[in-house]
C-alpha cells in the first residue's frame, strides 16, 4: 500500500478536502489527509498525507508557515478577502511608506480574532454555517505570532500592494490584511494568496501541480517517505533486540543518547518511529512501522 508524503500546489478554487478527494483515486488509498487547510481562493504548498503517513499529520500542523498575499485597500468585504461582498468602499490614497509604517505593530505576538467567514466551531457550529445564515457571534482573541512580514517590491497579479509574510498556526492573513486597512484608515481586505512554505516544504523546490500528480504512471513514485517530516530531529539507530521491544511497546534502555526528539530507524535503515529518550530509555512518541 502506498505510504508517503506529497506535497500538492493547490489549484486556485479548489478546497483542500477537493484535493485529497481526487488524490484517493489517484493512490488507489483511502487514508489520505492533508496538513494546513487552505481557502479556495489560495493557492501554494498543502502537504498531503498518504496511507500510513497520515499518522504524522498532527505533527504537521504545528510550525511556521510562509505566504505571499495581495492587499487590497480601500475594499472592506464580509468574508475580509475579495471572494466575499462589498460592505465599505473608501479612498485609498496611501503611500508605500505609510504602509510600511503601518505593519510595525503587526509584527511579532498579537491578538487575532478568527473570521466569521472561518471553520472554527462555537457550541458545535462552525463559524462559516452561521455567517451564511446572517448570525453574526462574538469571537475570542487568539494569540499568534507574525515572525515576519515584509512588503514586497511590485504588485500581485491584481495590481494590489503584496506582503510576505511568516506565522505560526492558526494566523488568518484575511484578517491581518482586515486589520492593517483598518489601521490605515480606509479598510482592507486580501486579493489573493500563495502559501510558499508550510512543514520546512517550499512552493519552488518541493511542490508538484495537482495535474502532474493525478496524471502520473505511478503517482505512488512521487512519495516523498515520511521521516522527511521530522529531517530537524537527529537520526538514532536501534539494535535488533530494541527494534524488537519498541515494536511491542516496550522502552528499551538508551544509555549514551542526549535527551530528546529522534528519527529512529532499524538495523536495515528503515524508519521505525519518532521516540524520545528520557532518563536513559527510548519512548515512542508515535511509530510508523506496518503492524
Not at 488568518?172 to 510558499?196: N, Q
Not at 523546490?205 to 521530522?230: E, G, H, M, S, T
Amino acid at each position: 500500500m502506498p505510504s508517503g508524503i506529497i506535497i500538492i500546489d493547490k489549484p486556485q478554487d479548489w478546497t483542500s478536502m477537493d484535493v485529497c478527494a481526487k488524490l484517493r483515486g489517484a493512490f488507489h488509498e483511502k487514508r489520505i489527509g492533508h496538513a494546513g487547510t487552505l481557502d479556495p481562493m489560495a493557492t501554494g504548498v498543502l502537504p498531503v498525507f498518504v496511507g500510513r503517513a497520515t499518522r504524522a499529520v498532527q505533527f504537521a500542523e504545528t510550525g511556521e508557515k510562509e505566504y505571499l498575499a495581495g492587499l487590497r485597500l480601500g475594499l472592506v468585504t464580509n468574508t475580509q478577502d475579495t471572494s466575499g461582498d462589498a460592505l465599505e468602499t473608501n479612498p485609498a490614497d496611501v503611500s508605500q511608506e505609510a504602509l510600511e509604517a503601518a505593519l510595525a505593530p503587526f509584527r511579532g505576538e498579537l491578538q487575532q480574532v478568527p473570521p466569521m467567514y472561518s471553520a472554527v466551531k462555537i457550541n458545535g457550529k462552525k463559524l462559516y454555517e452561521l455567517a451564511r445564515k446572517g448570525v453574526e457571534v462574538e469571537r475570542k482573541a487568539r494569540t499568534v505570532t507574525i515572525y515576519s512580514l515584509t512588503l514586497e517590491p511590485g504588485l500581485s497579479p491584481e495590481g494590489d500592494f503584496l506582503l510576505r509574510v511568516r506565522c505560526s498556526k492558526g494566523t488568518y492573513i484575511r484578517t491581518l490584511c482586515h486589520d492593517i486597512g483598518r489601521a490605515l484608515g480606509c479598510g482592507g481586505c486580501m486579493s489573493s494568496l500563495v502559501r510558499t512554505q508550510a512543514c520546512g516544504f517550499s512552493l519552488e523546490a518541493d511542490a508538484l501541480p495537482l495535474a502532474q500528480v493525478i496524471d502520473a504512471p505511478d503517482p505512488a513514485a512521487l512519495l516523498r517517505p515520511v521521516d522527511q517530516l521530522f529531517r530537524d530531529r537527529p537520526a538514532l539507530t536501534v539494535d535488533a533486540k530494541q527494534e524488537e521491544r519498541l515494536r511491542h511497546g516496550a522502552s528499551p534502555a538508551r544509555k549514551g543518547a542526549a535527551p530528546g526528539e529522534y528519527r529512529v530507524y532499524g538495523l536495515r535503515g528503515d524508519f521505525l518511529l519518532l521516540g524520545r529518550v528520557e532518563a536513559g530509555k527510548l519512548t515512542t512518541i508515535k511509530n510508523f512501522f506496518e503492524v
